[in-house]
């Protein structure tokens, strides 16, 4: 995650950012996250979710509208990004989000404590993806989840891969759904389901 810690501590570029994606709220991050609760237990009072990656921290907002009674953690290596999800958090009228400093690979939170952990978007960005699942088996408490969600090159038409290619590196979204199954096994996951069919792959995977 250096190269995406670097370039959103870019004050401008974060609120750019920032101002652009709250204009999907109702189209992405609601919806997933009412996908997810649809694909996890019942999270009870008191429960700790995790979002790698967190960005402006609108996931970790629906996502704290739909269990009001969690402890909502954005995680993010942008001191900058991690300001304004705060921002946005207090605007919404979330009291249950932290902020914290930290990557996919070393996230901030003892073992077995975590109910839930969510990535949306980020996984081709991390440094080690291999270490980053690792660490995601450690914090989540066994028999909880992790979700992941990330673009799906496979299902692009070659005319959709070029316009993407206008804004991305398209080198980056390298891991299909078979690829990213394969790395959960070996990092010790089960109960590993999902699906590829649309621009993103999404997937849900358990601690055992």
């Known amino acids: 995650m250096k190269e995406h810690s670097g370039s959103w501590e870019d004050g401008e570029r974060a609120v750019r950012y920032n101002r652009q994606t709250r204009i999907?709220?109702?189209l992405m991050y609601a919806p997933l996250a009412r996908r997810i609760e649809q694909r996890v237990a019942v999270l009870e009072e008191g429960a700790?979710?995790?979002?790698?990656?967190?960005?402006?921290?609108?996931?970790?907002i629906e996502m704290h509208k739909i269990w009001p009674r969690s402890r909502v953690i954005g995680v993010d290596p942008s001191g900058e990004m991690?300001?304004?999800?705060?921002?946005?958090?207090?605007?919404?009228g979330v009291s249950g989000f932290e902020a914290r400093l930290g990557t996919a690979e070393e996230i901030?939170?003892?073992?077995?404590s975590v109910d839930l952990v969510v990535?949306?978007?980020?996984?081709?960005?991390w440094d080690d993806q291999q270490k980053g699942l690792?660490?995601?088996?450690r914090v989540l408490k066994p028999g909880r989840s992790l979700i992941l969600k990330?673009?799906?090159?496979?299902?692009?038409?070659?005319?959709?891969?070029?316009?993407?290619?206008?804004?991305?590196?398209l080198d980056m979204f390298r891991f299909t759904l078979a690829q990213v199954s394969v790395l959960l096994r070996e990092a010790g996951f089960n109960e590993i389901e999902g699906d590829d069919k649309g621009l993103q792959w999404f997937l849900r995977a358990e601690k055992p």
């Open 108 to 112: 901030p939170l003892e073992a077995n």
């Open 82 to 92: 991690l300001r304004i999800a705060s921002e946005n958090a207090s605007r919404a």
């Open 48 to 60: 700790v979710i995790v979002d790698v990656g967190t960005g402006p921290g609108l996931l970790a």
């Open 134 to 137: 690792t660490e995601a088996l």
């Open 24 to 26: 999907g709220v109702r």
């Open 150 to 169: 990330d673009y799906n090159l496979a299902w692009l038409s070659p005319w959709k891969r070029k316009l993407l290619g206008l804004f991305h590196h």
């Open 119 to 125: 990535s949306q978007s980020s996984f081709h960005e």
